[in-house]
């Protein structure tokens, strides 16, 4: 080969070397990963799995017993609230001491299955001067039990249930009239005595915090005290009913003696007893004495039950027409007037329990007397 053509050849491979060095244009950089499609890789790279987002939980509401086939309405975005006081001073009334556990059945006849409606913190008691069958305003027989104390006092809920009526009118039916009950509340209990439904009513208040169709719980408030209907001051009045269902769809009600389905303070018992006439027939509104033979301060003048009154029922068990509850557990004297004369008899209060009695005419107290 000549020169010549040795340089052409030479110069020749350096342009196509400084051609092929050359830059050129970029296009779009290619993504690693392809929405929709895998990775062009012989080995496909590993994704994230994505968890579903977390569902908002639902308000938790409550449920009714099985018995009960009642929906649950929603509750009012902003129920009216009720705020305890706090606590100050020692109380003016005597100190109370708690309760027996709920439910209390020490024998069983006995249902002490409802939790007190006042806070122990206030300390009150069922008033002796208004108790259950006695006659009272102008002939009214008093369905229930009074515990007194002071305006704007706690009203809490005896046992687990539904509120049914709140408000007033419950005397007729009819919401918004005004009645001897005044503001008032009922509530429905999920649990009940012989196949029959247990009801507590709650009345006089003077304001309420609770709406018909809300379940509550033992404890619930349920309002204030007051004295809004047929009083003669600020207390709470309590009632006890059962209920059987009628034909036509309806429920008929019968009061009970709160006194015999409340659990008592522990050391305290509850004395229920028969006052008859000589030919075994109840003796309505008779006066009986009950005196404390430890504590002199502790006497009592109490009255039977008003007799062949439709509103009043006695326990299917005791047939009582007398109780006095709340008693510090020691020794009692009963004294009953009869014909002019005065009988009496010692008794002993057992704590947590029911001690029986049965006066009967002339001859007086019978001893170890059974329902």
């Not at 001073?89 to 002490?112: E, K, L, Q």
């Not at 005595?193 to 349920?222: D, F």
Request: charged fraction near 15%.
């Amino acid at each position: 080969m000549s020169s010549t053509r040795w340089q052409k050849a030479w110069w020749l491979g350096v342009l196509l070397f400084l051609w092929g060095c050359a830059p050129r244009a970029q296009g779009k950089p290619t993504p690693l990963v392809t929405a929709g499609r895998a990775s062009p890789a012989a080995s496909p790279s590993p994704t994230a799995t994505l968890l579903p987002s977390p569902s908002p939980i639902a308000a938790a509401q409550p449920t009714a017993a099985a018995t009960l086939a009642v929906k649950v309405p929603t509750p009012a975005s902003e129920p009216l609230q009720v705020v305890f006081p706090t606590p100050g001073p020692t109380p003016r009334s005597p100190w109370r001491p708690p309760m027996y556990p709920v439910p209390w059945a020490p024998t069983p006849h006995d249902h002490f299955f409802l939790a007190r409606p006042i806070p122990a913190f206030y300390g009150k008691l069922p008033t002796t001067d208004y108790r259950y069958g006695g006659v009272f305003f102008r002939g009214e027989v008093h369905t229930g039990i009074d515990i007194p104390g002071d305006p704007g006092t706690p009203v809490l809920a005896a046992g687990r249930g539904q509120v049914i009526w709140a408000g007033y009118g419950l005397n007729t039916g009819r919401p918004g009239q005004q009645g001897p009950y005044g503001l008032a509340v009922v509530v429905r209990h999920d649990f009940g005595w012989e196949g029959r439904t247990l009801y507590t009513v709650y009345a006089h208040l003077s304001e309420i915090a609770v709406k018909p169709g809300w379940w509550v719980e033992t404890g619930t408030p349920l309002g204030r005290m007051g004295s809004t209907g047929h009083t003669t001051g600020p207390h709470l009045h309590f009632e006890v009913r059962l209920g059987s269902p009628e034909g036509n769809g309806g429920v008929s009600f019968e009061t009970r003696n709160p006194e015999l389905w409340l659990v008592p303070p522990v050391g305290y018992g509850v004395i229920a007893g028969q006052v008859l006439d000589s030919w075994g027939r109840p003796l309505s509104h008779n006066i009986v004495y009950i005196a404390s033979l430890e504590d002199p301060d502790f006497h009592w003048r109490t009255y039977t039950y008003a007799a062949h009154s439709p509103l009043i029922h006695s326990d299917p068990y005791y047939r009582e027409n007398y109780v006095f509850g709340d008693l510090p557990a020691g020794k009692y004297r009963l004294t009953v007037p009869y014909g002019g004369n005065f009988f009496s008899q010692e008794f002993v209060v057992r704590p947590g329990r029911v001690t029986f009695f049965r006066f009967k005419g002339w001859g007086g107290f019978q001893r170890n007397a059974r329902p």
